[in-house]
């Protein structure tokens, strides 16, 4: 194994779990991304009370603290060589509030759970990431997470009511929307007198025409009208505070829905059309791109013309069945007018779960193709504005094409948001350097195309380094700000989202074949939860004196 700083003591007051042993860290060094660094220490708290204990004892200590949920994030946000804070067992759940469409969930509650509690009142907590099965609602609130529903509800951002925040001297609060910020925990009075310095007519805060944002901080939604310091908590990934429980607003549960799956020749004409249906009041707008389609039809019949270059997937909701009708109508009628070569529709569930199983159809196949390719997410996040999006596209095709580097495209087109999955062939020379040659030509890219690199999910370390090519310097230097304010002893997740002068994208990469092996026993477990998908199991549970 590669040399480590030497473990830390357990904090003296401290009453969860603290583990030093290499098994122990080994199973916190890799997440959902492409990176791999196993931590100096792992703690994980018993209570929000514990969590306000270790952050004391880390800045009485010096002690740099990263924390992390399901460890589900692509951005490496959760991954680093400090002392790794689990709050995924920060479980506690509170009654739903049917009439005021409020609940509280713990950091450590999983979206997919929230939503069951949410379900038995007709509620539910709309944004909808993939991966709501098994994120955590403090990892989601930590990043702003989004999803497909975007195009109609929004972020993360929009749906949190309040905050149970842990600052930077151990003090914790409340932070809500509407109520007075608690300004006697210096943190809050300081990051209070940074807004107000930097005003929201300051240039920079936002790029323009970009519909979801998930890097940089949230100044600007902040300090604009009805803005909130809870706009700017959110989506800070642990750099400002640590959540230990999150309020959430809940919507009612559409009663009717419908999908509409759409196949056209261009890319241009998908692009356009998935702009008109959420004019035309989609819910989402899914693109599946000639790179995902080819990738698709591997794997058997697919039902899609082979010379498709796109198809949309768009979702329809409502509160009675006329009104989705008549949306369905409405977003078909554009489909048509982009020249749609094929049309089908689905209005009862197991119509539509057919249509949406294409979606889902590459993601075994890709997993089948390791170990000689590996799906590498490094440039997955890119979100441009809607009239760029088919630029962005081809862009990223050209990029991937230059590269000798197969890869996937899809996305949330009504939001011009992509993920992109490169395949990357581990065994042939010089792989590493065509990686980080195909991240800085697209982060290039999607610069000159006034996109942000990270839609949905975070900047992490992984987007960090890039702040200054992605960012004006005004932004930069207000965020900057923000970070100093809330963490002037730089202990609360360093090195993400505000990277230091020397940082890099990555160093080890977890499909690197000729990085450092991990412990047999937290090699298996880790190999277990990705093929598994299974990112919220408890990584302690598989080794002993894990209660």
Same mark, same amino acid.
């Given at each position: 194994?590669?040399?480590?700083?030497?473990?830390?003591?357990?904090?003296?007051?401290?009453?969860?779990?603290?583990?030093?042993?290499?098994?122990?860290?080994?199973?916190?060094?890799?997440?959902?991304?492409?990176?791999?660094?196993?931590?100096?220490?792992?703690?994980?708290?018993?209570?929000?009370?514990?969590?306000?204990?270790?952050?004391?004892?880390?800045?009485?200590?010096?002690?740099?603290?990263?924390?992390?949920?399901? &460890?589900?994030?692509?951005?490496? &946000?959760?991954? @680093?060589?400090?002392?790794?804070? *689990?709050?995924?067992?920060?479980?506690?759940?509170?009654?739903?509030?049917?009439?005021?469409?409020?609940?509280?969930?713990?950091? &450590?509650?999983?979206? /997919?759970?929230?939503? +069951?509690?949410?379900?038995?009142?007709?509620?539910?907590?709309?944004?909808?990431?993939?991966?709501?099965?098994?994120?955590?609602?403090?990892?989601?609130?930590?990043?702003?997470?989004?999803?497909?529903?975007?195009?109609?509800? &929004?972020?993360?951002?929009?749906?949190?009511?309040?905050?149970?925040?842990?600052?930077?001297?151990?003090?914790?609060?409340?932070?809500?929307?509407?109520?007075? /910020?608690?300004?006697?925990?210096?943190?809050?009075?300081?990051?209070?007198?940074?807004?107000? +310095?930097?005003?929201?007519?300051?240039?920079?805060?936002?790029?323009? @025409?970009?519909?979801?944002?998930?890097?940089?901080?949230?100044?600007?939604?902040?300090?604009?009208?009805?803005?909130?310091?809870?706009?700017?908590?959110?989506?800070?990934?642990?750099?400002?505070?640590?959540?230990?429980?999150?309020?959430?607003?809940?919507?009612?549960?559409?009663?009717?829905?419908?999908?509409?799956?759409?196949?056209?020749?261009?890319?241009?004409?998908?692009?356009?059309?998935?702009?008109?249906?959420?004019?035309?009041?989609?819910?989402?707008?899914?693109?599946?791109?000639?790179?995902?389609? *080819?990738?698709?039809?591997?794997?058997?019949?697919?039902?899609?013309?082979?010379? +498709?270059?796109?198809?949309?997937?768009?979702?329809?909701?409502?509160?009675?069945?006329?009104?989705?009708?008549?949306?369905?109508?409405?977003?078909?009628?554009?489909?048509?007018?982009?020249?749609?070569?094929?049309?089908?529709?689905?209005?009862?569930?197991?119509?539509?779960?057919?249509?949406?199983?294409?979606?889902?159809?590459?993601?075994?196949?890709?997993?089948?193709?390791?170990?000689?390719?590996?799906?590498?997410?490094?440039?997955?996040?890119?979100?441009?504005?809607?009239?760029?999006?088919?630029?962005?596209?081809? !862009?990223?095709?050209?990029?991937?094409?230059?590269?000798?580097?197969?890869?996937?495209?899809?996305?949330?087109?009504?939001?011009?948001?992509?993920?992109?999955?490169?395949?990357?062939?581990?065994?042939?020379? !010089?792989?590493?350097?065509?990686?980080?040659?195909?991240?800085?030509?697209?982060?290039?890219?999607?610069?000159?195309?006034? !996109?942000?690199?990270?839609?949905?999910? @975070?900047?992490?370390?992984?987007?960090?380094?890039?702040?200054?090519?992605?960012?004006?310097?005004? /932004?930069?230097?207000?965020?900057?700000?923000?970070?100093?304010?809330?963490?002037?002893?730089?202990?609360?997740?360093?090195?993400?989202?505000?990277?230091?002068?020397?940082?890099?994208?990555?160093?080890?990469?977890?499909?690197?074949?000729?990085?450092?092996?991990?412990?047999?026993?937290?090699?298996?477990?880790? *190999?277990?939860?990705?093929?598994?998908?299974?990112?919220?199991?408890?990584?302690?549970?598989?080794?002993?004196?894990?209660?």
């Amino acid at each position: 194994m590669p040399a480590h700083p030497p473990p830390v003591d357990r904090p003296p007051e401290f009453r969860g779990i603290f583990r030093t042993d290499l098994d122990a860290r080994a199973l916190y060094a890799e997440g959902a991304g492409i990176a791999r660094t196993v931590p100096r220490a792992v703690a994980v708290p018993a209570d929000p009370e514990d969590v306000a204990t270790l952050v004391r004892w880390a800045r009485q200590t010096g002690t740099p603290l990263i924390p992390r949920g399901s &460890g589900s994030g692509m951005a490496a &946000g959760a991954v @680093g060589p400090h002392l790794l804070v *689990d709050l995924s067992r920060l479980r506690q759940m509170g009654a739903v509030d049917a009439e005021g469409r409020r609940v509280v969930a713990g950091a &450590g509650i999983r979206l /997919a759970e929230v939503n +069951a509690a949410a379900r038995a009142y007709g509620l539910r907590v709309p944004v909808d990431p993939s991966s709501a099965d098994f994120c955590t609602v403090g990892g989601m609130a930590a990043t702003n997470a989004a999803g497909a529903r975007s195009l109609r509800y &929004g972020a993360t951002r929009e749906w949190v009511q309040g905050l149970h925040a842990v600052f930077d001297t151990g003090e914790a609060a409340w932070i809500r929307r509407g109520t007075p /910020a608690p300004l006697r925990i210096p943190a809050v009075a300081r990051l209070t007198a940074v807004c107000t +310095a930097v005003g929201p007519v300051s240039p920079g805060l936002r790029h323009p @025409g970009v519909r979801k944002e998930s890097s940089g901080y949230a100044l600007a939604d902040a300090l604009a009208a009805g803005g909130d310091l809870v706009d700017l908590l959110v989506g800070s990934e642990g750099t400002l505070a640590l959540f230990t429980a999150i309020e959430w607003r809940l919507d009612p549960i559409p009663a009717a829905t419908a999908t509409l799956l759409a196949v056209f020749a261009t890319l241009d004409d998908a692009a356009a059309c998935a702009v008109a249906a959420g004019a035309a009041g989609a819910a989402a707008c899914e693109l599946l791109d000639r790179t995902f389609l *080819d990738i698709a039809h591997s794997g058997g019949p697919t039902g899609i013309p082979g010379d +498709a270059e796109a198809v949309l997937l768009i979702a329809l909701e409502g509160s009675t069945s006329d009104e989705v009708r008549q949306r369905l109508e409405s977003v078909r009628d554009e489909a048509h007018r982009f020249h749609a070569s094929m049309l089908r529709e689905a209005v009862d569930a197991e119509q539509e779960r057919t249509l949406w199983a294409l979606r889902h159809a590459a993601s075994p196949i890709l997993a089948s193709l390791a170990p000689r390719l590996r799906s590498m997410q490094f440039i997955e996040d890119g979100c441009v504005p809607p009239d760029r999006f088919p630029a962005y596209v081809r !862009g990223v095709r050209q990029a991937l094409e230059r590269a000798g580097c197969p890869g996937v495209i899809f996305g949330h087109a009504g939001d011009a948001h992509a993920h992109v999955n490169p395949l990357v062939d581990t065994s042939a020379s !010089g792989w590493r350097d065509r990686v980080r040659g195909l991240l800085d030509e697209v982060v290039a890219l999607t610069v000159d195309l006034g !996109g942000t690199l990270a839609g949905e999910h @975070g900047d992490g370390r992984l987007r960090a380094p890039f702040w200054a090519q992605s960012w004006a310097p005004a /932004a930069v230097s207000a965020f900057h700000a923000i970070k100093q304010a809330a963490d002037p002893s730089h202990l609360l997740n360093p090195g993400c989202k505000v990277a230091p002068p020397d940082a890099t994208p990555f160093t080890t990469l977890r499909h690197d074949p000729a990085a450092e092996a991990l412990p047999e026993t937290a090699r298996a477990v880790l *190999d277990e939860i990705e093929r598994r998908r299974d990112w919220s199991r408890f990584r302690l549970a598989a080794l002993p004196d894990a209660s």
